[in-house]
């Protein structure tokens, strides 16, 4: 399967942004998929994830009530709502997709997109 991501870019705290993950090549309502991201000088750290159906979720402490994912399984696309943005959330945000387990199953996430860069910043 391949993902492309899209919807980073330099924004100030406080604001929103939407990134989008976009599906091709594979039957999507059969991956979990996933947001990680990773910050300079950091290992790359899961976000969010979303299960097959999208009605099971996981969040990351730090985005809990910040940040929503979701999917349309109709447009092969995943969804990350980020609001109330921090300088802390600047990072490289990856989509990935699991087949192979269960949406909470983080090492399984195995297919990734090539990121796109969201920098928070005044």
């Known amino acids: 399967v391949r993902l492309d991501e899209s919807g980073g870019g330099l924004v100030q705290p406080g604001v929103s942004l939407k990134l989008s993950c976009t599906a091709s090549?594979?039957?999507?309502?059969?991956?979990?998929m996933g947001w990680f991201r990773q910050a300079p000088g950091k290992e790359r750290q899961p976000v969010a994830t979303?299960?097959?159906?999208?009605?099971?979720?996981y969040y990351e402490e730090s985005v809990k009530g910040r940040f929503a994912i979701s999917r349309d399984n109709s447009k092969n696309t995943v969804y990350l709502q980020m609001n109330t943005l921090k300088p802390e959330d600047t990072a490289v945000y990856y989509c990935a997709a699991n087949n192979d387990g269960l949406w909470y199953e983080i090492t399984k996430f195995k297919f990734w997109g090539r990121g796109t860069q969201v920098t928070v910043s005044s």
């Open positions: 979303i299960s097959r159906p999208g009605d099971s979720f």
């Open positions: 090549g594979g039957i999507f309502n059969h991956y979990a």
